[in-house]
C-alpha cells in the first residue's frame, strides 16, 4: 500500500511539473505576441510618454473615459488599461495636462487674440517644452528708412515675439509648479488675420527629480554672463542632473535642459538656425532677441565642430571684420544706433583657408559658407540681436557634429 501511494505521489508531481511547463510555454508565447504588437514594432499597444521629437503626434496615456470627458481622440492603447489621448487645446482655454497638442482652426474662425493657459501638471513640473511643429505667422514688416522691424501678428511666449517662419523651432520655459498660481500664457495677437497662419504645437510638462523640501532648484539664468559663475559654465554640462538608478521619481530627466538654456538640441548632430530663418535670405532674424543654444554632449566626444551653411548679421563698423570687439558698439552711442547682433560662441577657433582665429563673438559675414568652427565644452551659443534691423540681418544656418579630437 506504500508503495502504491508513492507511486501515485510520483506521478502527480510529474503531471504538475508537465502543466507547470506548459504553462510557461504559453505565458512566453503571450509575452512573444505582445512584443510583437509593442509600439517600438508598429503594433497594437503604443508607448505615448516617449515624447520622441519624431513623434508625429504626442499623445498622453489615460483612462478611455478621461479621454473621452476632456474632448480628447483616441490614437491607439498604451496598454490594456489606458488610451494614448490626444488632447487638443481650444483657443483661450486652461490645461493641466502633462502633454497638449495646439492647433489653429481655420482662419475665419480665429479670434484676433487666442491665448492658451497651461496650468501645473504637478508640484514637480520645472519646464516646459514647447514644440513648433508647424509655425507659420505673418513675416515681420521691415521699415527700411527707420531701419526697424516690427511683428504685427505674433506669437508672445515669455520674452519671446515670434513671427514669421519658425516650423521646426523649440522653446524651453522655465516654470515653477510649485506654486499655486504658476501658469504659461501661449497668446496669439492676430490682427490682421492673415490667411496663412498655421500653427500645431506641442506643450510638454516636464518634471524634474523630486527634492526635499528645503532644498531650492536651480535658478533660471544664463550662465556665462557674469564671470563669477565661470565655473559653473565649465561644470554645467559635465555633471549629471540626476544620478543613473531605478528610482521612479528621477523625472523627465532626459527631456530637460541645462539651467538657463532657452533651445536644448539632443542629437549628436543637426542643424541650428536663427528663428524666421529663410533659406533664400528673403527674411529678416527677429529684433530684440537674446536667448541661450545648448547642445548635449556625446559621451566620447570632447569638441564640437560647427560648419557653416549660412551666416549674415549687421556689425557695427562694416570696414572691420566681425569678430568680438566690432561685434559690441561703444556705450556713448545711441541706443537706437547700436549695433550688437553677434552669435558668441565660447572656447572657440574659427579656422578659414588662411588662418585659425581664436574669437568668441561673431557677427557680419565673418563666417563664409563651409568654414567651420571648432568648440571645447560647454557647448552652448549665445544669440543677440539689437533694435536696429537691416536687409543684411538675414540670419544664420550651422550644422553641428561631434569629435574625438
Given amino acids: 500500500m506504500l508503495i502504491l501511494r508513492k507511486v501515485w505521489f510520483l506521478i502527480l508531481t510529474i503531471e504538475t511539473l508537465k502543466s507547470n511547463v506548459i504553462s510557461e510555454t504559453i505565458k512566453n508565447d503571450e509575452m512573444k505576441s505582445f512584443e510583437e504588437r509593442s509600439p517600438r514594432l508598429g503594433g497594437l499597444f503604443h508607448s505615448c510618454g516617449s515624447n520622441q521629437y519624431t513623434e508625429q503626434e504626442s499623445p498622453s496615456c489615460m483612462s478611455r473615459s478621461k479621454c473621452l470627458s476632456q474632448g480628447g481622440n483616441i490614437k491607439g492603447f498604451c496598454n490594456l488599461y489606458e488610451v494614448c489621448c490626444e488632447t487638443k487645446l481650444d483657443c483661450n482655454s486652461r490645461t493641466k495636462e502633462k502633454r497638449t497638442i495646439i492647433k489653429n482652426l481655420s482662419p475665419q474662425k480665429t479670434t484676433n487674440l487666442c491665448s492658451y493657459h497651461i496650468q501645473p501638471f504637478s508640484t514637480n513640473v520645472c519646464q516646459v517644452l514647447i514644440e513648433f511643429k508647424t509655425l507659420e505667422l ?4 521691415l521699415n527700411e528708412e527707420q531701419n526697424f522691424l516690427k ?3 505674433h506669437l ?3 520674452d519671446f515675439i515670434l513671427c514669421g517662419e519658425n516650423s521646426g523651432q ?6 515653477d509648479g510649485r506654486q499655486d498660481d504658476t501658469e504659461l500664457i501661449i497668446k496669439f495677437s492676430l490682427s490682421n488675420k492673415w490667411a496663412q497662419s498655421n500653427w500645431h504645437l506641442i506643450v510638454t510638462q516636464l518634471e524634474c527629480p523630486k527634492t526635499s523640501a528645503n532644498k531650492k532648484r536651480s535658478p533660471s539664468y544664463m550662465p556665462f554672463i557674469n564671470s563669477n559663475n565661470l565655473d559653473n559654465l565649465r561644470t554645467m554640462f559635465t555633471k549629471p542632473l540626476n544620478p543613473i538608478n531605478n528610482n521612479k521619481n528621477v523625472g523627465d530627466t532626459d527631456l530637460l535642459a541645462p539651467s538657463g538654456c532657452n533651445q536644448y538640441f539632443t542629437q549628436p548632430e543637426g542643424e541650428i538656425k536663427s528663428f524666421n530663418y529663410k533659406g533664400d ?6 529684433s530684440k532677441m537674446n536667448y541661450v543654444i545648448c547642445i548635449k554632449p556625446a559621451k566620447t566626444a570632447k569638441m564640437i565642430e560647427y560648419r557653416i551653411e549660412k551666416f549674415s548679421l549687421s556689425k557695427q563698423n562694416p570696414n572691420q571684420d566681425g569678430y568680438d570687439g566690432n561685434c559690441h558698439s561703444y556705450k556713448e552711442i545711441n541706443e537706437d544706433a547700436r549695433r550688437e547682433d553677434y552669435l558668441m560662441i565660447p572656447q572657440s577657433s574659427l579656422t578659414t583657408d588662411t588662418s585659425i582665429i581664436m574669437a568668441t563673438h561673431y557677427c557680419g559675414q565673418s563666417l ?12 552652448v551659443l549665445y544669440f543677440s540681436s539689437d533694435n536696429y534691423t537691416d536687409q543684411v540681418e ?3 544656418l ?3 557634429s561631434f569629435k574625438n579630437i
Fill in 394 to 396: 538675414s540670419g544664420f
Fill in 151 to 153: 511683428c504685427e501678428d
Fill in 138 to 141: 505673418q513675416p515681420p514688416m
Fill in 368 to 379: 563664409e559658407k563651409g568654414s567651420t568652427i571648432i568648440a571645447s565644452p560647454p557647448y
Fill in 170 to 175: 523649440h522653446l524651453y520655459v522655465p516654470y
Fill in 156 to 158: 508672445a511666449i515669455g
Fill in 398 to 400: 550651422i550644422n553641428y
Fill in 281 to 286: 535670405g528673403s527674411s529678416q532674424y527677429l
